[in-house]
């Protein structure tokens, strides 16, 4: 995601109109690595504008996802989709239980799916996700520390 002075020129030039509320939008999810979920945002927004519509924040992330600044990365939590600033090819470590979810940026060798096991798919991407306790989870309740593997 650029920074907010290049998203306010970005949006700009597409015709978007560039209010308050979408320049706090962008301020607060400029650098957030978080990857919040809509409503986590829409709550951000409301602390420092309590009159910010849901409606203005759910359609200033679908202008910034189709603007590519933004990425949706589906079916992660059952909280709902949560949103990427990072749009670069990147992976996921993903906490089962607090549900942190940190990008992982090397690259991973040797994943592929033969054409035979494709479904007939022209592949453009993939994502990977490793899941499992969080050093905080695994603190605050003995977790599930990696059992048989130590
Ligand atoms: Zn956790
Ligand atoms: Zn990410």
Redesign the pocket.
């Known amino acids: 995601m650029r920074s907010v002075e290049d998203l306010v020129r970005l949006f700009r030039e597409r015709g978007y109109k560039v209010t308050p509320q979408r320049r706090l939008i962008f301020e607060l999810l400029a650098g957030d690595r978080s990857?919040p979920t809509a409503e986590e945002i829409y709550q951000r927004v409301r602390a420092v504008m309590p009159e910010v519509s849901r409606t203005t924040v759910y359609n200033t992330l679908r202008e910034l996802i189709t603007l590519g600044e933004l990425r949706p990365?589906e079916n992660l939590s059952e909280g709902g989709t949560r949103y990427?600033t990072?749009t670069t090819h990147?992976h996921?470590l993903f906490c089962v239980q607090c549900h942190a979810?940190i990008?992982i940026d090397r690259e991973f060798e040797g994943i592929e799916l033969p054409p035979e096991e494709a479904a007939g798919f022209r592949l453009v991407n993939y994502q990977v996700t490793f899941y499992g306790y969080c050093p905080d989870c695994q603190r605050a309740d003995g977790g599930r520390p990696s059992q048989g593997k130590e």
């Open positions: 990857h990365v990427d990072n990147h996921h979810l990008d």
